[in-house]
């Protein structure tokens, strides 16, 4: 059974850090593209950033460039989202996708993605 599952979500302060984790199951993580999607309230789900299988090329959206950073954990099935300098506008749920035949590019679209997991809040606070 396939699992994905976000955490490290929560409140933060415009300016600050949070780190997002994604462990995954059911699948052979090491040979997947993972990403990170978001989604705002009345916007379309965006694509964050994404990692191929083994960490060796990322790409970013261009309104997280320099303050986002993607990384993977092979031998722990697990996914990170290093999130600096927040501002109100990142503020969203965040997904984590995972798919076999996806080439991590800079234009990530959402049904290129076959496993998602339950998103997490990320709220960004004056």
């Known amino acids: 059974q396939v699992q994905v599952k976000e955490s490290g979500g929560g409140v933060v302060q415009a300016g600050g850090s949070l780190r997002l984790s994604c462990t995954a199951s059911?699948?052979?993580?090491?040979?997947?593209?993972m990403g990170w999607f978001r989604q705002a309230p009345g916007k379309e789900r965006e694509g964050v950033s994404c990692i191929n299988w083994s960490g060796s090329s990322t790409q970013y959206a261009d309104s997280v460039k320099g303050r986002f950073t993607i990384s993977r954990d092979n031998a722990k099935k697990t996914l990170y989202l290093q999130m600096n300098s927040l501002k109100f506008e990142d503020a969203a749920m965040y997904y984590c996708?995972?798919?076999?035949?996806?080439?991590?590019?800079?234009?990530?679209?959402?049904?290129?993605?076959?496993?998602w997991g339950q998103g997490i809040q990320v709220t960004v606070s004056s």
């Open positions: 059911g699948f052979t993580f090491d040979v997947y593209t």
């Open positions: 996708v995972a798919d076999a035949w996806e080439a991590c590019s800079r234009n990530m679209f959402p049904p290129s993605y076959k496993y």
